[in-house]
């Protein structure tokens, strides 16, 4: 009986409590502390009654314990975190509704928003520049734009009949409806004229922008496994690129986009940003996509890629082209490693090395070189640039690439999307998605205009155009980050500039920018818009993700 009482109590002394009661036995010790505190601060008090202040400060100041079954306190902290990122940038909006860039320096609240973003001290501030009279052309393809003004907007997402027709009147025949007599000029037709862009293919029931977008229908498999389907949008989406190419060969259209599921293409017209030729930008790119270049004899640079040296002695090969392509040198081809040379197997077999050994050896030097050109894939210094006659190379590289189409996945069988400012043959005309928002805060009504679709860089420019010039207007972009080092490459034309600088006038540039203009003039911008995107200023390309224009200055600013 003795053995069974001593096993009951032993099971008894080691049987698992409720967190319950292990809480309530901590409260009991606490209890118990505070009160020993109480009897103590009493016996402290009456020897010594100066040291009554620093006694209660001590019990007020007890840290208090941290419950260890609480799990949701630091997840609240990261949802509140996460809603102060996601309205961090109107909240950066409503106060520099109120106030120009001058006051945000001058301000002594660090705390605010408005300052915060003016400390060039900080590792993550943002750099606000403004104060021009001009708005920066960025080539960064845009998903979604923000809107934001004191007073109400004259445009609206409801269009009478006369507006609708000449809105759609004006773009498809690229007027000027300010111009006009006969269309509606009012600032609602004007508007809707702004949100107007030509795709192709245009499938309604499928998100074709961006095309890293996941979403997945029940009717996606139908089109990648029927041949008949692929085979019929393939052959229009060919037709479309062609008259593409020829409207960019003949000047009557200044820019348009390639968008793949890898890559997005951003071919420009001879004169835009000062180029004097044609040519074409891929990014991101990958160490295969430039070896197929290679192959069809396409000459490509690497502007973006920063110039570095391999561990062997002599530059990648990607690096040796774009260096080539630049400087114009022949030569370092000639003097450096061929591609196809192979290693002296010879001289090795008679140092006693085994033909394995040589293998492993062929097999790590080619490992060594193809890591070193993979280093810049899918990143901002794979960026590639083609210029002039390569290319009509590069067209042709792309009516015959079949990887281009994805084969499976959610868009498997739907060739790249095509976006263009003008109409080409088999595009669809579409308008950017439009909602209104009114917003009430601190005391105030801010009316919100919310634009959704493929925002290409002179919508941009063509919406602060028809804002009247009382009204004062900021905007936040989503970006399509895989599209901002279109924005880094500037015009650099290294021979003009010599002539410029040893014959100390710039006649021969001005006559150039006055040539430029005039060969785009039936591009279908109107004559302001052309003028910047002429323009042969690096200083007017750049990305942002902000925009405002103050009324009071009549200036802009961006960040």
Known sequence: MSTENDAESQENSFKWRHPHEIMKLHRLKRKKKALQA?????????????STTSNFQNILTETKRKNPFITNHDSKRIRSDTIDAETSSDSTLFKLLHCGTDTLINKENRTSFSNILKQDKSENAIKIVGGEKWIPIDWTLKSRARFFSTKPFQWSQKLKISEEASSLTSFTRCLDISSTTTLDISPNARFHQCCLYWQFPYLPW?????????????????????????????ESWVDGLKSLFQLIRT?????????????????RAAGICGFNEMHAIITPTT?????????????????????????QGYDTLDSTRS?????????VLDDGIDEDEAPDEEWLKDMGISAEDIKKINYTQAKIERKSECEVDNGEQSLTLIEGLEVQGFYNFLLNCKSITPAVGPLGGIPPTLLAPVAFRGASLNSLRIREHKIHQDNEDFYSLELTGPILPHTIHNLYNINPVENSLSATFTNVNSTTPFSKIKYKNCTEDLKLEETGSSLGRSCSSVFKKENLKDCGFSVSILEQFCTENPEQVTNYDC???????NTYSWS
């Open 38 to 50: 109480r009897l103590d601060l009493k016996s402290t008090s009456s020897q010594s009654p100066n």
């Open 206 to 234: 499928l998100n074709l922008f961006p095309r890293t977008s996941r979403r997945a229908a029940s009717t996606i498999a139908s089109i990648a496994t029927n041949s008949i389907i692929k085979q019929s949008l393939q």
């Open 251 to 267: 000047k009557q259209c200044p820019y348009f986009y390639v968008c793949a599921n890898t890559c997005t293409i951003l071919v």
């Open 287 to 311: 160490r295969g996509f430039r070896q197929l270049l290679r192959q069809e004899d396409i000459e490509f640079k690497l502007p973006l890629k920063k110039a570095r040296t391999s561990d």
């Open 323 to 331: 260096s080539v392509s630049s400087e114009g040198v022949d030569a």
């Open 547 to 553: 925009v405002k224009y103050c009324s009071d200055t």
